[in-house]
């Protein structure tokens, strides 16, 4: 934690002085999935979430970002009822807090390709219902990360641009509370 508002506060000392332009992002993702268990073909979990995830910083040069994101977000697994197991669900729910600084390369007219670089610190949340009874504790994880972003960002006006992620590299570490 330490680790975290130590880089805050360097990047909020950093651009205090500078002309930086403010960097605002919001990222959303819906999610709908349906597999198939390798225990018994009538097993199919269907797994529906969504998050939010905002970030905010300052853009110091053309090739250089800092600021800080976050985000939450909630997923359901539903393993339906069989003639042989009952209706589980196990209810999902993920928050952060994230510092980062971003690389911009590549810059042409509309396309540019960027890194986010980040540190993550959250907690995630997993509940299970059978038959809907809560039926254990809640687990509770502190999650704390380093992360590796490749992205493609378009340039649809002066005050407007579209990324996506291209994948994450990173190295996590979870503890229980």
Request: glycine share 10%.
């Given at each position: 934690m330490k680790s975290l508002l130590i880089f805050v506060m360097v990047a909020v000392v950093a651009t205090a002085e500078m002309?930086?332009?403010?960097?605002?992002?919001?990222?959303?993702?819906?999610?709908?999935s349906q597999t198939e268990s390798s225990d018994h073909p009538a097993i199919r979990p269907v797994t529906v979430g969504?998050?939010?995830?905002?970030?905010?910083?300052?853009q110091i040069?053309?090739?250089?970002?800092?600021?800080?994101?976050?985000?939450?977000?909630?997923?359901?697994?539903t393993y339906p009822e069989t003639?042989?197991?009952?209706?589980?669900v196990y209810k999902r729910n993920i928050w952060f807090v994230s510092p980062f600084i971003r690389f911009y390369f590549s810059d042409s007219n509309k396309?540019?390709?960027?890194?986010d670089c980040s540190m993550r610190y959250g907690e995630s949340k997993t509940a299970k219902?059978?038959?809907?009874?809560?039926?254990?504790?809640?687990?509770?994880?502190?999650?704390?990360?380093?992360?590796?972003?490749?992205?493609?960002?378009?340039?649809?006006?002066?005050?407007?641009a579209v990324e996506m992620s291209i994948c994450n590299l990173r190295y996590t570490s979870t503890t229980d509370n």
């Open positions: 002309k930086a332009q403010p960097l605002f992002s919001l990222g959303l993702n819906l999610n709908w969504g998050g939010l995830f905002p970030r905010v910083g300052y040069t053309d090739l250089i970002a800092v600021g800080v994101g976050g985000g939450e977000s909630m997923s359901n697994t003639d042989f197991t009952d209706l589980i396309f540019r390709f960027m890194v219902f059978v038959n809907d009874n809560h039926t254990e504790a809640d687990k509770i994880n502190k999650n704390i990360g380093y992360y590796l972003e490749p992205a493609l960002s378009y340039e649809v006006n002066d005050h407007l």
